[in-house]
């Protein structure tokens, strides 16, 4: 019986195909906008700012994928799983994490 139940796991685990997860939000990506922006944190507002960050994160996303097809990597490249998320600072709070 623990046989039967040993095979039909490592049957499921092994026909299952992987699925490449894009996290793209947070800080990191959102300074990466406003490098390639050029501009201060305090002239854009943050609609402007997740705009901008999504079009990156985009930009990223499709080139990761060339290179990870590239290097021959098989998985579901077609799924559209991604994580698109903002820090959740109001604009208000711009102005404390404005360079002096």
């Not at 026909?15 to 990466?32: A, F, M, Q």
């Not at 077609?78 to 102005?95: A, K």
Request: hydrophobic content about 35%; glycine content about 6%; overall charge positive.
């Amino acid at each position: 019986m623990r046989w039967v139940q040993f095979l039909r796991v490592r049957l499921e685990t092994h026909l299952r195909s992987y699925v490449p997860g894009w996290d793209c939000h947070g800080l990191p990506i959102e300074n990466k906008t406003l490098k390639d922006l050029g501009v201060d944190v305090s002239q854009l507002t943050s609609s402007e700012i997740r705009a901008a960050a999504f079009k990156t994160a985009s930009k990223e996303i499709e080139s990761q994928k060339a290179q990870f097809r590239t290097l021959g990597i098989m998985a579901d490249w077609d799924s559209q799983e991604r994580t698109y998320r903002t820090l959740g600072v109001s604009q208000c709070c711009w102005g404390r994490y404005k360079a002096k």
